[in-house]
């Protein structure tokens, strides 16, 4: 039986796709990750990937004519490793809206706020502004709006009197990568059923 495959699309550091990278190695992630897509080839993540033995679609938007024409290529390539989830994981572009209706119920992302609460960019930032007491992180499924799809899994972290965005961003780290590969984990067991807007995790 052949594993569960996933691929990962990131732009920058990488710390989430090493995390994912981590528990594929340990056994917890119950799947392998066949692919890193990457629209910077200069970013850190592509050399993460690289020791991992991870295969790499690294382009640059600039090169292609359009977002049609590059995806169109990305898509050939899941397809070709037989792709089943696509893990955002710091992918600073956005995805087209055919692109998403083709992949639906199999694209999530991580964001570091309690949706609704906060989407967008600067997301800690917002949330210390508007002086809330928690926060957290948000594992969500994609669809066309703006960190608007149904709610997989979130987890909580209180805010203190003397935290700062930096402070809140590093307790937000730690759960995103726990968590993160948890709920990857979940789809590869099969274990995540969506309806609608409810998502449930089937024991």
């Known amino acids: 039986m052949r594993p569960f495959r996933i691929a990962v699309f990131a ?19 119950g799947g392998e990750i066949s692919m890193l897509v990457c ?8 050399e993460l990937a690289d020791a991992a033995n991870v295969d790499i679609f690294a ?21 070709q490793r037989g792709v089943e989830l696509i ?5 600073m572009r956005l995805l087209s809206s055919s692109f998403v209706e083709f992949y639906s119920g199999r694209i ?6 309690l949706l ?5 960019k600067d997301a800690i930032g917002q949330a210390l502004a508007y002086g809330v007491k928690m926060t957290g992180v948000t594992v969500h499924f ?12 979130q987890r909580a972290i209180e805010i203190q009197e003397d935290d700062n965005a930096e402070t809140v961003a ?14 990857v984990s979940w789809f590869a067991q099969g274990r995540v059923a969506l309806n609608g807007r409810i998502v449930t995790i089937k024991n």
């Open 11 to 29: 732009s920058g550091r990488g710390s989430n796709f090493q995390a994912l990278v981590d528990a594929q190695q340990s056994g917890a992630l």
């Open 39 to 46: 629209d910077k080839p200069q970013a850190p993540v592509v």
């Open 59 to 79: 382009f640059q938007p600039k090169d292609y004519a359009s977002k049609e024409d590059y995806e169109r290529e990305i898509a050939a390539e899941l397809q």
């Open 87 to 91: 893990v955002l994981a710091g992918y």
């Open 108 to 113: 999530i992302n991580i964001h570091p706020s």
């Open 116 to 120: 609704p609460a906060f989407p967008g």
């Open 142 to 153: 994609v669809d066309g709006g703006m960190d608007t799809g149904p709610v997989i899994a």
């Open 170 to 183: 590093a307790r937000i780290h730690q759960v995103e990568q726990k968590l993160y590969y948890e709920v």
